[in-house]
């Protein structure tokens, strides 16, 4: 065989017999959608935002938020669940749309155990008790003594039937004897609208989409509802410390992309936002906005989605939570 000849056969014979480049290599070769199940302007939007710039500047793509609210997070989350699972389109889903949801709706258009899967926490986010500043009350206390004293009168907004505000502020009146009604919005952004235009009173919301109106003065918090104070509000108390002594409900936000997504694609994805969310400038921009950075495996977030969804089963169950 000439030499050239032999060449080129030992060249096709090296190709042959070398390893496929993983999917992963070169994902993602185009833009990425990230699907937000609900409008601009609440928590869930702000960290979205949040991660997809900075996970579009490690990629070299644009990552495009693409905001479809409505149905408690169903329609979005239902869009992202029957996408090609090629990690082209993921969801940033909440407490409320993956560990809430599956037990408050007798029916949901997707298989909430089989939908999606998991890829990472992207942050934790303690609520604050919000009221409009022409309320009269300063105080937990205040507002509680403000609630009983006029029974059914006053009105709290909410993202949602369901969501982690409405099973927050329910279990807040529980504790209490309250009586406060539910006026329930598409997502969190119209629910604070309408609290910074004075149409309802108290809101539970997380500080991702109220700390700025805080400290703007159009909001005042009276509490936060974790465990310990946050650096976004160290002034506020927590409501353990002041009326309701252990009570601890927090909401979270995390990736997921459609079940069926190859595992080194969703690896991957779990890795860069975990090397996003370890930068520094990211960890104190989210704090600011009231937000805990906490980046995962997909197996720790599969697990946090498991307890909660079992925690909050039986809150709705005691509690005789419905939807309307």
């Avoid at 609210?69 to 090609?84: E, F, L, N, T, W």
């Avoid at 979270?252 to 520094?280: E, F, H, N």
């Amino acid at each position: 065989m000439p030499i050239q000849r032999f060449a080129i056969a030992a060249a096709i014979a090296l190709l042959a017999t070398a390893p496929a480049p993983s999917i992963a290599q070169t994902y993602p070769a185009r833009p990425v959608t990230l699907v937000v199940p609900f409008p601009p302007g609440g928590g869930t939007d702000t960290g979205a935002r949040v991660i997809a710039e900075q996970l579009g500047k490690r990629w070299g793509q644009p990552v495009v938020v693409d905001n479809k609210g409505g149905a408690a997070g169903q329609i979005g989350a239902d869009h992202v669940a029957k996408a090609k699972p090629d990690g082209y389109t993921l969801l940033l889903g909440n407490i409320g749309t993956q560990a809430i949801n599956p037990s408050l709706y007798a029916k949901l258009p997707y298989d909430p155990d089989t939908a999606f899967a998991p890829v990472s926490l992207v942050a934790e986010l303690p609520l604050a008790m919000m009221v409009n500043p022409s309320l009269p009350a300063k105080t937990p206390a205040e507002f509680i003594a403000l609630a009983r004293s006029k029974p059914g009168q006053l009105t709290y907004s909410s993202s949602g039937a369901g969501g982690a505000p409405h099973l927050v502020t329910e279990m807040f009146k529980d504790q209490t004897g309250t009586f406060v009604v539910h006026a329930p919005y598409r997502g969190g952004g119209p629910a604070i609208a309408d609290l910074i235009a004075g149409h309802v009173q108290l809101s539970f919301m997380t500080l991702l989409e109220a700390s700025g109106h805080v400290k703007a003065g159009k909001l005042r918090a009276l509490a936060v509802t974790g465990d310990k104070r946050v650096p976004a509000l160290p002034d506020v108390p927590t409501l353990s410390e002041t009326v309701l002594p252990g009570f601890d409900a927090i909401s979270w936000i995390g990736l997921l992309a459609p079940a069926g997504t190859p595992k080194d694609i969703v690896d991957k994805i779990a890795a860069d936002v975990r090397a996003v969310l370890a930068d520094d400038a990211v960890k104190a921009r989210i704090v600011a906005l009231g937000g805990v950075p906490r980046a995962t495996t997909p197996q720790e977030f599969a697990k946090l989605i498991a307890n909660d969804r079992q925690r909050y089963a039986q809150v709705i169950r005691s509690r005789k939570i419905t939807v309307d």
